[in-house]
């Protein structure tokens, strides 16, 4: 199952609405200049802009970084592993509207297998294999933190408390990066837990409708009969079945195409982007503070992941 079959179905679950990037945060000021020469940019960046996607990646490759030097301080050793690159972060959401993206990536088919790759080949996890199991556990303590010891517990939006270990090298490198871990785990989980409380009402409005009936309609003309695109995701596994590697990133290629182009000529990313700011603002005025503070905290982290390493987005 591909990228945007595994988000479409956490969609389907959660009624999320999110257009560009995973959660509730977007990639939407990607082409921002994030400043030239030693300056990082963020002494010009507007109140509420959001980091960069590169921005992102930087910060957690500055995460991986400070967690390699906790493990070694606490005896073990930690591989960084490549950070997954802009256009491997695409590919997101209810609905594909960049065409280029599309043409070239399908659904992400292609960059999931490679992933996954990765994943398997983790030297993390063949270092882990080799040590004896109280070692193993030690080590599992020390990068995440023993369930059993002091956590930090969030309330989220929606209802339900979430929990996290207090110490471990992962706490302790978003301490270094954020300033404050116990505040930058409560105000993050709020921020990513926000559009259950608004999508409902987003998907039954009138605007939206009509965007999605426009889209539907023009993906019928195409040849590709879908209500929505979910729908579209919810098939792309079985569509591919038994096909050949370069078969199934055709059959992809094919209606992701047709979705991006149908969601720009509908509308529909556009009018869901637009309802989506107007429905968040109106009705989750209550956790405001929070959400400043996360996109706050978010972007002073950048500096210090642009010294911890000696690079720039």
């Known amino acids: 199952m591909g990228r945007a079959l595994t988000f479409a179905a956490a969609c389907l679950t959660t009624v999320i609405v999110t257009f ?8 939407a000021d990607a082409d921002t200049d994030a400043g030239t020469g030693t300056g990082t940019g963020t002494e010009s960046r507007s109140p509420g802009q959001e980091l960069t996607d590169a921005e992102q990646i930087l ?32 590919g997101y959401g209810y609905v ?4 280029g993206w599309a043409k ?10 490679k992933a996954a790759k990765a994943r398997l080949n983790d030297p993390n996890l063949a270092y882990l294999e080799k040590l004896s199991p109280a070692e193993a556990a030690r080590y599992e303590n020390a990068l995440a933190g023993d369930e059993s010891g002091p956590t930090l517990s969030a309330e989220l939006p929606g209802g ?18 954020y300033g404050d871990f116990e505040t930058w785990f409560r105000v993050k989980k709020t921020a990513e ?9 987003l998907l039954r409005d009138k605007r939206f409708k009509k ?12 040849g590709h009969p879908y209500a929505d695109p979910p729908g579209v995701r919810a098939e792309l596994e079985e569509l591919t079945e038994g096909l050949s590697s370069g078969e199934a990133h055709a059959t992809e290629v094919e209606l992701a195409t047709a979705e991006a182009t149908c969601a720009t000529k509908s509308s529909l990313a556009a009018t869901a982007r637009t309802l989506e ?31 911890i390493t000696g690079s720039h987005a």
């Open 277 to 307: 700011r107007e429905y968040r603002d109106k009705g989750l005025r209550q956790y405001g503070d929070e959400f400043a503070a996360y996109q706050r905290m978010e972007v002073a982290a950048l500096p210090r992941a642009e010294d």
């Open 160 to 177: 339900g408390t979430v929990r996290t270990p207090r110490d471990s090298c992962r706490a302790d490198a978003k301490d270094q990066l």
């Open 20 to 27: 560009a990037a995973t959660g509730c945060t977007t990639g």
């Open 211 to 222: 965007a999605l009936k426009a889209w539907a309609s023009c993906m019928r003309e195409a």
């Open 193 to 201: 837990n926000l559009t259950p409380l608004f999508v409902p009402d």
């Open 59 to 90: 910060v957690r490759h500055a995460e991986e970084l400070l967690v390699k030097k906790c493990m070694a301080r606490k005896g073990f050793s930690y591989w960084v592993g490549p950070m997954a690159s802009v256009d491997e972060r695409g």
């Open 104 to 113: 070239k990536y399908g659904y992400g088919g292609r960059l999931e297998k």
């Open 96 to 99: 594909l509207d960049d065409l």
